[in-house]
Nanobody, 119 residues
């Protein structure tokens, strides 16, 4: 089993920056793709970004040029650097990872961390 724990959310002003972290923990596992989704009240959960174990990244159009995803495989941690934040970025951000435990692979989700962009 793998657990994902997010941190770094909070309240920031428009134009500000925030860095989210997501640490995976467990026993004898490896995570392939790791990424971030977000969900605002009354809206569907949407894809934000994903990074492969080899460092290949994909971004939603809404965050391209502003957000940067990275990972530290030795620490089993994925990061999301968010710059030039807009009120529209306000949402609960969820970390997700596709991980292998032995021969079993499945998707894991964190509990979410709230990001609020407001003056």
């Amino acid at each position: 089993q793998v657990q994902l724990v997010e941190s770094g959310g909070g309240l920031v002003q428009p134009g500000g920056s925030l860095r989210l972290s997501c640490a995976a923990s467990g026993s004898a596992f490896v995570c392939n793709n790791m990424g971030w989704y977000r969900q605002a009240p009354g809206k569907q959960r949407e894809f934000v970004t994903v990074i492969s174990r080899g460092g290949v990244t994909t971004y939603a159009d809404s965050v391209k040029g502003r957000f940067t995803i990275s990972r530290d495989n030795a620490k089993n941690t994925v990061y999301l650097q968010m710059n030039s934040l807009k009120p529209e970025d306000t949402a609960a951000y969820y970390c997700t990872a596709n991980c292998l435990v032995g021969d079993k692979g499945q998707a894991y989700w964190g509990q979410g961390t709230q990001v609020t962009v407001s003056s």
